[in-house]
């Protein structure tokens, strides 16, 4: 009996537990406002091939956090992210890391020419990740 309580206490530890919004998302940021003229703008240019999104940070979903991070990074001509960095992000610390770390995952089809500055928006909203423009 002692071993079925203990196993119902272990399952029921491991359940989802729902994401409830402790902080403001912020207003997206205009992405193209950051932009130079030649530089590339999300999906305008770049088309994934695979492209997986970041997972949600489990310290930013625990105390609820939300936020976004603009990415800059260039394509080269076999389509492979270099030099993922972070633009901007808010809130500061939470969101970079798996934002950095997913994108330097990506693979694109290979341009017509290496890509440049690509900034491509990623949201953190509502404990679910997407992309925006």
Do not use: H
Request: charged share 25%; glycine share 8%.
């Amino acid at each position: 009996m002692r071993a079925i309580v203990l196993m119902a206490v272990f399952v029921s530890g491991c359940a989802a537990k729902p994401f409830y919004p402790k902080s403001q998302y912020p207003p997206d940021p205009w992405v193209k406002g950051y932009a130079d003229p030649d530089d590339c703008i999300g999906g305008e240019k770049l088309a994934a091939v695979s492209f997986a999104l970041p997972d949600y940070p489990r310290r930013a979903y625990r105390t609820g956090r939300q936020g976004w991070v603009i990415l800059r990074l260039d394509v080269d001509a076999n389509g492979t992210p270099q030099n993922v960095r972070i633009e901007r992000a808010l809130p500061k610390n939470m969101f970079e890391s798996a934002s950095k770390r997913a994108a330097k995952a990506w693979k694109f089809a290979p341009p017509a020419a290496p890509l440049d500055n690509c900034r491509v928006l990623v949201r953190y909203k509502l404990g679910g990740v997407s992309l925006g423009g």
